[in-house]
């Protein structure tokens, strides 16, 4: 079996300064893995050079599609990459307002996504809004209503349904539950967690907090100035970290 995706010595350079350095990993298929660092670590560059909305510098990613190809993100047409992201791909943003259309209802959201890979009846795509509004826990009579009228949490979820309703294979999350109430967190992170596991998602998790990642992911990739410090499982970091840079970040961000 291949991997999913994969990184082969993935940089970014800003002029002199690395924004990520000579990053390689595989994630396979089913797969949570969570990227790890303080502000400024690289974690979010390399997230968006693997999603493909930033162009690397050198090296490549490739990723398995769905009839067995092994194909490198920056040799694919402009319309083949927008395919993938439409339909095998998700990126859920930290703002949920990056990832919505504002100006639309909160079902026009799920629907624009399944009428961008091909479904044009409005009976089965108000139908399936419907009930992807459920299974984030959004209120059926809430369709009609816009995103603007939604709290930080509900637009969160609204943006998690929008990604998921074409049943992607994988999912980039950008700091999911960054900027939301504690109480607001956990339940966002509840939801995610046993939606991954129910639809048997991969997904690339970007965090500063190492508690959602242990609760999300099961490998971790440790960042710190664009480079990849240590990896390993989620729990062996968390519970005996190797590096000193982890060691400090796990001693003053989380008891284990």
């Given at each position: 079996m291949s991997a999913l995706l994969s990184a082969e010595k993935v940089s970014k350079f800003y002029g002199a300064r690395a924004g990520c350095r000579d990053v390689s990993f595989e994630l396979w298929p089913g797969e949570v893995l969570a990227i790890v660092g303080e502000s400024g670590s690289g974690k979010t560059t390399l997230l968006r050079c693997l999603s493909g909305h930033l162009p690397a510098s050198s090296g490549k990613v490739r990723y398995t599609t769905r009839d067995g190809r092994n194909v490198a993100l920056d040799e694919l047409s402009e319309a083949e990459r927008r395919m993938l992201m439409r339909t095998d791909w998700g990126f859920v943003h930290q703002d949920a307002r990056d990832g919505l259309r504002m100006g639309v209802s909160a079902g026009a959201n799920v629907g624009e996504r399944l009428m961008a890979v091909g479904e044009r009846h409005y009976g089965r795509i108000r139908a399936t809004a419907s009930d992807w509004?459920?299974?984030?826990?959004?209120?059926?009579?809430?369709?009609?209503?816009?995103?603007?009228?939604?709290s930080g949490g509900m637009r969160q979820r609204l943006q998690i349904a929008r990604n998921l309703v074409t049943a992607p294979r994988l999912v980039f999350m950008d700091e999911p539950t960054g900027g939301l109430d504690?109480?607001?967190?956990?339940?966002l992170l509840d939801l995610i967690r046993g939606l991954v596991k129910r639809l048997d998602l991969a997904a690339i998790v970007v965090t500063h907090d190492l508690a959602v990642a242990r609760l999300l992911s099961s490998r971790m990739m440790v960042m710190q100035q664009g480079q990849v410090i240590e990896q390993g499982l989620t729990d062996q970091i968390l519970e005996d970290p190797q590096a000193p840079y982890t060691q400090l970040l796990v001693s003053s961000v989380l008891q284990v």
């Open positions: 509004l459920k299974r984030v826990e959004i209120p059926e009579d809430r369709i009609d209503d816009s995103p603007w009228s939604y504690v109480s607001v967190q956990a339940r």
